[in-house]
């Protein structure tokens, strides 16, 4: 029904930069808002930026001033631009689209909150 596609992921060395990209698609009427998360290894998984429907943004501490998130010219994309890596933002990052409301032929329309499957982005050291 709604799909998100992330790319982007890779290995950088510490002080490199890197951009994710996230597009959803599927008969979406609106989202509230689309974030990035992560998830390291034995560590639960956190938030590291959102942005809503009008633009409003909000970064987790650990990262805010190195990373940006922003929307795409194309609808429901979002970007994180990553730069000053550090070795400790390794982890599978995952795109999230809150409070997304769809709807499909012969059915009144639905909420939801769908995920990605995740990207890998590896920063050595």
Same mark, same amino acid.
Not at 40 to 63: C, F, K, M, N, W
Not at 72 to 82: I, K
């Given at each position: 029904?709604?799909?998100?596609?992330?790319?982007?992921?890779?290995? $950088?060395?510490?002080?490199?930069?890197?951009?994710?990209?996230?597009? =959803? +698609?599927?008969?979406?009427?609106?989202?509230? +808002? #689309?974030? /990035? &998360?992560? /998830?390291?290894?034995?560590?639960?998984?956190?938030?590291? =930026?959102?942005? !809503?429907? *009008?633009?409003?943004? @909000? &970064?987790?501490?650990?990262?805010?001033?190195?990373?940006?998130?922003?929307?795409?010219?194309?609808? @429901? !994309?979002?970007?994180?631009? #990553?730069?000053?890596?550090?070795?400790? *933002? !390794? =982890? $599978?990052?995952?795109?999230?689209?809150?409070?997304?409301?769809?709807? +499909?032929?012969?059915?009144?329309?639905?909420?939801?909150? &769908? /995920?990605?499957?995740?990207?890998?982005?590896? $920063?050595?050291?």
């Amino acid at each position: 029904q709604v799909q998100l596609v992330e790319s982007g992921g890779g290995l $950088v060395q510490a002080g490199g930069s890197l951009r994710l990209s996230c597009a =959803a +698609s599927g008969s979406i009427l609106s989202i509230n +808002s #689309m974030g /990035w &998360y992560r /998830w390291a290894p034995g560590e639960q998984r956190d938030l590291v =930026a959102t942005i !809503t429907s *009008d633009d409003t943004t @909000h &970064y987790s501490g650990s990262v805010k001033g190195r990373f940006t998130i922003s929307r795409g010219n194309a609808r @429901h !994309t979002v970007y994180l631009q #990553m730069n000053s890596l550090k070795s400790e *933002d !390794t =982890a $599978v990052y995952y795109c999230n689209a809150d409070r997304v409301l769809t709807v +499909s032929a012969g059915s009144l329309p639905s909420l939801g909150d &769908y /995920w990605g499957q995740g990207t890998q982005v590896t $920063v050595s050291t």
